[in-house]
């Protein structure tokens, strides 16, 4: 099942937009390197028909992600559980660390935030996924398996 937060289908579709309108700006630019002349030997050509195509397969990749998401803020979900879109305060059973995690269906990349961002498709979202506050979950690292207490769920 393919999880997302609301705020995650936002981006989507923002995206898609984008994708969209840009979609319009590729053709224009092969209709000009067309009118450029001989097309076996036009780079720009070859080159806007190619980004047309990339363009196109990302649109259909995030409308087909829209259309079989589940969106989490859907659900009825329990106060004490994990599920996508929590900020959960999880503490390392050995060393005693506490630190901020974020279960979400797609990574923004972003290493400015608050919590740590881990997919549902990950070891860490599998062991945090459904898991309640109070409860140790054991998640399978490369680096060994570690276990987590679930202190609290922050949002």
Do not use: C, W
């Amino acid at each position: 099942m393919n999880f997302i937060t609301p705020e995650e289908k936002v981006q989507l579709e923002k995206l898609l937009s984008e994708l969209r309108a840009q979609e319009k700006v590729l053709t224009l630019r092969i209709s000009d390197a067309r009118a450029l002349g001989d097309l076996r030997e036009n780079a720009e050509y070859h080159a806007a028909r190619e980004d047309k195509a990339m363009n196109a397969a990302k649109m259909k990749e995030i409308e087909e992600r829209i259309a079989t998401a589940q969106i989490a803020g859907d659900m009825n979900i329990p106060a004490d559980m994990v599920f996508v879109g929590a900020v959960v305060k999880l503490k390392d059973i050995e060393g005693g660390d506490e630190d901020m995690y974020k279960l979400v269906g797609q990574a923004t990349g972003r290493f400015d935030l608050e919590y740590v961002e881990v997919t549902t498709t990950s070891p860490m979202g599998v062991a945090l996924m459904k898991a309640r506050i109070g409860e140790v979950v054991r998640v399978d690292l490369p680096r060994g398996t570690k276990r987590f207490e679930i202190v609290e769920i922050v949002l």
